[in-house]
């Protein structure tokens, strides 16, 4: 049985007080479920959040990092360090990090190898913009990300991945995909694994859909049989709107 999972991008949103607050209220309601919850504070309170999140069940997991594990690289976060504050997981490829950082392909090929290298678990984000879905490319272009990056991995690799489908067209934007269009892509992904890497990767590989989930909609997106759980920007903000969507899986 694959994991089921509920993470929280706060993106660059909350200062010090303002998460502890958050995950304070985060604590206390955090619902009997049987998914994982994990939150992903800003870079400079990672450390703060570890330390008040100690001995609950939510993980606290980085939004990026980079690609070398020390050096000159000025305002960059090596791997190590977050490993060394207790942060175990990353997401790489986030969409803004894509389009206003310029993050390739085969840059992020390079940060996954990393991560990878220092035992760390990575949420791995794609997906199409507008225009690629409105010129039915939607497809390929996914395809060609999962290939760039990922595909070079061995097969024990998978285990560390959690793979997050997220079209750009529907993030922060209030557009949802259907539950429909996420079930359709996340098949569509687990035939691709397939054909490269077999079933039971295909099968055990995590799936989340990410874009404008909200506790209204995430249940009817999470029924859907290849959907694996979510992840969750502006939502993730509001302790009552990120526990309706963990009470939606
Ligand atoms: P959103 O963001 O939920 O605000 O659309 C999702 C994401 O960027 O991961």
């Not at 986030?94 to 220092?118: M, N």
Request: glycine share 10%.
């Amino acid at each position: 049985m694959r994991s089921k999972i509920v993470a929280g991008n706060w993106k660059m949103n909350k200062n010090l007080e303002e998460t502890n607050t958050l995950l304070a209220e985060l604590v206390q309601k955090m619902p009997d479920t049987s998914a994982e919850v994990m939150v992903a504070p800003t870079f400079v309170n990672l450390s703060a959040a570890v330390q008040s999140l100690a001995g609950s069940r939510i993980e606290v997991v980085a939004q990026n990092m980079h690609f070398e594990e020390s050096g000159a690289f000025t305002g960059e976060i090596a791997p190590g360090m977050l490993k060394n504050i207790g942060v175990n997981t990353v997401i790489l490829g986030h969409s803004e990090r894509r389009a206003y950082f310029g993050e390739t392909d085969g840059l992020l090929k390079k940060k996954v190898d990393t991560a990878l290298a220092q035992g760390m678990r990575i949420i791995f984000c794609f997906g199409e913009e507008l225009d690629d879905r409105k010129s039915g490319k939607h497809f390929d272009l996914v395809e060609r990300q999962l290939r760039n990056a990922l595909f070079h991995l061995p097969t024990e690799a998978w285990k560390h991945i959690v793979l997050a489908y997220e079209p750009v067209w529907a993030i922060g934007t209030g557009e949802t995909a259907s539950p429909e269009q996420a079930q359709e892509m996340h098949a569509f992904i687990r035939k691709t694994l397939e054909s490269s890497y077999g079933s039971d990767i295909a099968q055990g590989v995590t799936i989340l859909y990410g874009g404008s989930v909200k506790p209204g909609n995430a249940s009817e997106i999470f029924s859907k049989p290849d959907v694996d759980g979510g992840l969750i920007g502006g939502a993730a903000l509001k302790a009552d709107d990120f526990i309706g969507i963990i009470n939606g899986i």
